[in-house]
């Protein structure tokens, strides 16, 4: 990290055996490694694209053997991410800090079935996004804060299509009210949730998480406006183990 390399076009005639790269923080500006055949590992995060990302943008080669990739804070568009969206081994995708609000429900995710981790923080995701990937069968982590998911209580229905593999969800600054909370009661391995800077006041009596009121170890609800039927809410959960309520 921290070098200035500019251009990587010079990857795409040596190293066949490359497997993994990292070239973070690297100042690099154009991507070009479709012809690289065996990488699975690929770290461009930090960088200064100014390839314009249209309908012709691909990752060629990549398409095939990638399981990692890290584009955290690369000003990537929509565009971008469908390039992305065929590469059909990816397991583990950092995406935050880029802009995907063109991304839809109906979007094509060829990875749908080998994603386990998800990390798209402040990428201006709405909530048909936020379901597309709650539909990924083996998810496990998903970290979706700091976007506008505030209509994703309509989908509330569709509950029973979402991955029962998350063990890991952020859902915090996403301007959510207490009529979104109904879909966390169909993540019966769920240990860990943050859903920080969101307003659930007004909790109805008797609310609880369901299914993922039995697995839940940890709960972050900072500035969440919670009353005593909230605190009843998280607290009827008998494997909790940390509580974090910052007011």
Known sequence: S???LENIDILNNYYPSLKKLEISDCNIKTLNLKRVKNLEYLDISMNSFEERMNGEFDLGNLK???ETLDIRQNYWNSFGFKAIANCEKLKHLYASDNNFSGIGENIDLKFKNSLKTLEMFSCNLNSNAFVTFLKCPNL??????DNRLDGFNQFNGKASEFSKEIHTLNVSSCKLKHTSLKFLSNFPK????DASINNFENI??????G???????KIKMNECK???EGLRMVTNCPKLKDLILYC
Do not use: H, I
Not at 190 to 193: E, F, M, P, S
Not at 204 to 209: D, K, L, M, R, V
């Open 64 to 66: 095939e053997t990638l």
């Open 226 to 228: 919670l009353d005593l």
């Open 2 to 4: 921290d070098n200035k």
């Open 204 to 209: 109805p009596e008797g609310f609880n998480f």
């Open 190 to 193: 769920l240990k860990y949730l």
């Open 211 to 217: 299914s993922s009121r039995l697995s839940l170890e």
């Open 140 to 145: 496990e982590s998903l970290d979706v804060s």
